[in-house]
């Protein structure tokens, strides 16, 4: 079995076994902040794997995976309590994609406010400055997320603000995500297709922007025929 298929088997199992037990604080904390309880859900799992207890090896802690300093910045004095950890991973992203200029229209909003959980504020804005310098569209992210990479380039990095950052991983953070949200936006409304997801607020409903992720072979390979009954041997 390849990697993707063992990837999607463990996403959809996980789904069953682990997602149950948080499944209501996903829910009350995206009403509270007004998002689809499901993007919460998918950045929950692409932090963790809905793990309470993660650690990494820098100190970042909880299913959420919060910074000790953002943890104190929304109010999270548990990291490893999965209440607190959830809902201040609700709060700072509401947070983030509130800092996120308002002409930028969605749903790539919501794709810049996930990069800007995962590597910073002011990273993305670097990225999105040499975006434009490039003569790019530093306000969609089909753009902005090849020129991200480049912070790990001394070349590139020297020429912004805030300087080298690891400007890979958001990009591989925003994909995961949104493929995370897709499965489970299939797995709850079996009859959604990615132009049915399109809204104004993709916070409250994330949209798709031309990126075929739910036709990856790999998932649609592990997705059981009845997506609201997730066989147990999965």
Known sequence: MDWGK?????????TEKRLPKYESLFRSYADQFAMDWRLLAA???????????????TG????????????KYVGVKNRLS????????AKYLNIVHDQIPDRIEEPDRTWFALASYNVGFGHLEDARILTEQAGRNPDRWLDVKEFLP??????????????YARG???VIYVQNIRRYYDVLVRMTEPAATPD??????????PGNDGEA??????????????????????
Do not use: C, N
């Not at 480049?150 to 300087?163: H, P, V």
């Not at 036709?215 to 999965?234: F, G, M, Y």
């Open 60 to 71: 970042v802690r909880g299913l959420m995976m919060l910074t000790r300093s953002t943890a």
């Open 43 to 57: 950045i929950g799992y692409q932090e963790s794997h809905w793990r309470p207890r993660a650690t990494s090896p």
């Open 82 to 89: 999965a209440e607190q950890s959830i809902r201040g991973g």
């Open 6 to 14: 063992r990837w999607a088997l463990h996403f959809v199992r996980h």
């Open 150 to 163: 480049l912070l790990t380039q001394k070349e590139w990095y020297s020429q912004t603000k805030f300087g």
């Open 196 to 205: 049915t997801l399109l809204a104004d607020d993709p916070l409250t409903r």
């Open 168 to 170: 890979h991983e958001p």
């Open 213 to 234: 992720l739910m036709a990856a072979p790999e998932i649609q390979a592990a997705l059981p025929e009845q997506l609201t009954d997730v066989p147990p041997t999965l």
